[in-house]
C-alpha cells in the first residue's frame, strides 16, 4: 500500500518551485496556490521511508523557504 503525503510549501517564487517539485519522482502533483502556503505537492512512497525521501528532495529544492507535511490516510 502506498504512503501518501501532502507537503505545504512556503516560497517566493512559487513557479520556479512548482517546476522543480514537478521532476522529482514520487511528486504526484503540484500546483502553485493564491495565498498561504504558496505551493502544495502530493508525493507517494511505498513505505514512510520511501516517502520521507522524497520530501528530503522537496525540502533541498534552494527556492522552498519552508514545508510543511501532513501524512494522509485513506478511510473508508
Given at each position: 500500500m502506498k504512503i501518501w503525503a501532502y507537503v505545504f510549501?512556503?516560497?517566493?517564487?512559487?513557479?520556479?518551485?512548482?517546476?522543480?517539485?514537478?521532476?522529482?519522482?514520487?511528486?504526484?502533483?503540484?500546483d502553485a496556490l493564491l495565498g498561504t502556503p504558496d505551493a502544495i505537492a502530493i508525493v507517494e512512497g511505498d513505505d514512510l521511508a520511501a516517502m520521507d525521501a522524497v520530501i528530503d528532495q522537496i525540502v533541498a529544492v534552494p527556492e522552498a523557504a519552508a514545508t510543511d507535511s501532513k501524512v494522509a490516510r485513506w478511510i473508508d
Open positions: 510549501i512556503s516560497t517566493r517564487h512559487p513557479r520556479a518551485v512548482v517546476q522543480r517539485l514537478r521532476q522529482i519522482p514520487g511528486v504526484v502533483k503540484a
